[in-house]
């Protein structure tokens, strides 16, 4: 059974950091994409990032480039999205996701992955 489990949210002020972690089991990693989403009540989910272990790159949103780095630890079968300079603009539920990369993959597309996280809350606040 294939499960993903985010953890690292919680309550930062404005300017600071978390590091979210997405353990994925039930799958390696290999072949995979993990990729990062967050959504806001009431709002579509919206793509971050990704992973692709098929050719071991990263990819970003423009919304976020520069700011949140996607990182691994093969070892322990976990993706980690680091969020630095944070706005509260950032407060959302983020998620992570697993897919199976096609030739022609749209990282930032939901409809792309399969198995997804129950998610983690960041909440962004002086």
């Not at 919680?10 to 994925?24: K, Y």
């Not at 089991?25 to 709002?43: E, N, V, Y």
């Not at 993706?79 to 096609?102: F, G, H, M, W």
Request: net charge neutral; with cysteine; charged share 20%.
């Amino acid at each position: 059974q294939v499960q993903l489990v985010e953890s690292g949210g919680g309550l930062v002020a404005p300017g600071g950091s978390l590091r979210l972690s997405c353990e994925v089991s039930g799958f390696t990693l290999d072949g995979k994409a993990i990729g990062w989403f967050r959504q806001a009540p009431g709002k579509e989910r919206e793509g971050l990032g990704c992973i692709n272990f098929t050719n071991g790159h990263t990819y970003y949103t423009d919304s976020v480039k520069g700011r949140f780095t996607i990182s691994r630890d093969n070892a322990k079968n976990t993706v980690y999205l680091q969020l630095n300079s944070l706005k509260p603009e950032d407060t959302n539920i983020y998620y992570c996701a697993a897919a199976i990369p096609r030739m022609v993959f749209y990282f930032s597309d939901a409809n792309e992955y399969d198995y997804w996280g129950q998610g983690t809350q960041v909440t962004v606040s002086s």
